[in-house]
């Protein structure tokens, strides 16, 4: 092994992927906070029961290690929302809510190609209504908007309404967990097969075949309320009826499809759930959902709803539509020839005063070699400072092209690069 390799599933960022990754999480959190989400950034590593009290799939994805303290075993975080559940219960244990609170960070899985997945996330608890659920959506979508991304989609489901659904097909056990990842890759023939083996005949077929099509926008609810009567998948379509009347208020119903055939999200999530899409990626943008049953878990019961971004996803994205959100900024490299640090000291002390980014030469090579280095690292200006001949101040505006800045060299450079500004 190379000592330069990294393990599999963790990945560098360069300094032009960090300055893009800064200005998305800028222009992110800003939209967020005009929501009036705070921020909240939890530990990286927990105490393992945190997150198999959530859920038991989260043990089996955690990197784990002991703890030196108390041999206890914890985990370096797979999932920041029973984090966010575990704070509010606790910290803000005699605050009233609701509570709203953003985060960003990386999780850590030790599963699939990717196991460290950039993330930024937004949790409103403490409200059962569903515009909680419309508001995080709302949120998302405003958010992506302002980043430049047009043609993604919401697809929002309900797993009250599949449940209602399994249970008025009378499909249990065995049978029904079968039939729900049947349902979630979209298999035709998978559902035709599975209704020959169980017998399934008349309007038990005809219905599970049409739960299976019930995706689309707001009709697909009409639809969906004709065909399954029972009390749980109408309360669910009730729900999801009033979620997109909000969103239509927001003005984001031309983003919303309805997908009710599947069940999405995470173990804890219990209703309303969604997933961000985008033509361009076959992964999602973002997933998130209800999950009202967390919160006791840590000994406070509140509803809450919540959706994680994924940071990496989205700047993908952005690389495949070449949309730039930073803009380098390198103005000034400074070359002093005779080491009078006072005269470089002094120089760049007063340019960043202005609001220009400098930096120093201070390496002992030909200042040509110098010149060609600072123009290859993408300054705009180069600095030459005490050269023996005359002029013995120059202002480099390309490798070849340069400027006698005089024996004043802040004044003189400045006159030169207003031409420039």
């Not at 910290?91 to 509570?99: I, Y």
């Not at 980014?357 to 030459?384: C, H, P, Q």
């Amino acid at each position: 092994m190379r000592l330069t390799e990294i393990p599999e599933g963790f990945r560098t960022l360069l300094p032009k992927e960090v300055r893009e990754r800064q200005e998305l999480l800028k222009r992110l959190t800003k939209v967020v906070e005009m929501w009036g989400y705070e921020p909240l950034l939890p530990p990286t590593i927990e105490f393992l029961e945190v997150f198999k009290a959530v859920d038991e799939r989260l043990e089996e994805l955690s990197f784990k290690l002991v703890d030196r303290k108390t041999g206890r075993l914890m985990a370096v975080r797979p999932d920041f929302t029973p984090q966010v559940s575990r704070i509010v219960a606790s910290s803000f244990k005699d605050e009233e809510p609701p509570f709203r609170f953003y985060y960003w960070g990386k999780i850590f899985r030790d599963a699939g190609n990717e196991r460290e997945i950039g993330q930024l996330g937004i949790e409103l608890l403490g409200v059962e209504e569903v515009e909680a659920d419309a508001e995080v959506i709302g949120v998302i979508a405003n958010g992506l908007s302002e980043l430049g991304i047009k043609s993604f989609q919401i697809d929002i489901g309900h797993g009250l309404f599949l449940e209602g659904a399994l249970r008025e097909l009378e499909i249990e056990g065995e049978e029904k967990k079968e039939l729900v990842e049947i349902l979630r890759h979209k298999d035709f023939s998978g559902i035709d097969l599975f209704s020959e083996r169980l017998g399934l005949k008349g309007e038990r077929r005809e219905k599970l075949f049409k739960l299976l099509e019930l995706y689309g926008r707001e009709e697909v609810l009409k639809e969906a309320a004709e065909l399954f009567k029972n009390p749980l998948s109408q309360k669910a379509l009730s729900e999801l009826s009033s979620v997109y009347k909000i969103l239509k208020s927001y003005g984001f119903e031309e983003k919303v499809i309805f997908d009710l055939s599947e069940k999405r999200g995470m173990e804890y999530h219990t209703g309303i759930t969604y997933e961000v899409f985008h033509p361009l990626l076959s992964s999602p943008l973002g997933i998130g959902g209800r999950y009202d049953q967390l919160l006791k878990k840590f000994g406070r019961e509140l509803p809450a709803t919540g959706i994680a971004l994924s940071l990496d996803a989205i700047t993908e994205l952005l690389e495949k539509k070449r949309v730039s959100l930073s803009k380098e900024r390198k103005d000034f490299y400074i070359i002093d020839l005779k080491k009078e640090l006072h005269v470089a000291y002094h120089l760049a002390k007063e340019l960043r005063k202005l609001g220009y980014t400098v930096a120093r030469d201070i390496l002992k090579r030909d200042y040509e070699k110098s010149v060609e280095v600072a123009f290859n690292k993408g300054y705009r200006f180069v600095v030459v400072l005490n050269r023996d001949e005359e002029p013995e101040n120059l202002l480099f505006t390309s490798p070849e092209g340069f400027f006698n800045i005089g024996r004043e060299p802040l004044k003189g450079l400045l006159e030169i690069v207003e031409k420039f500004d």
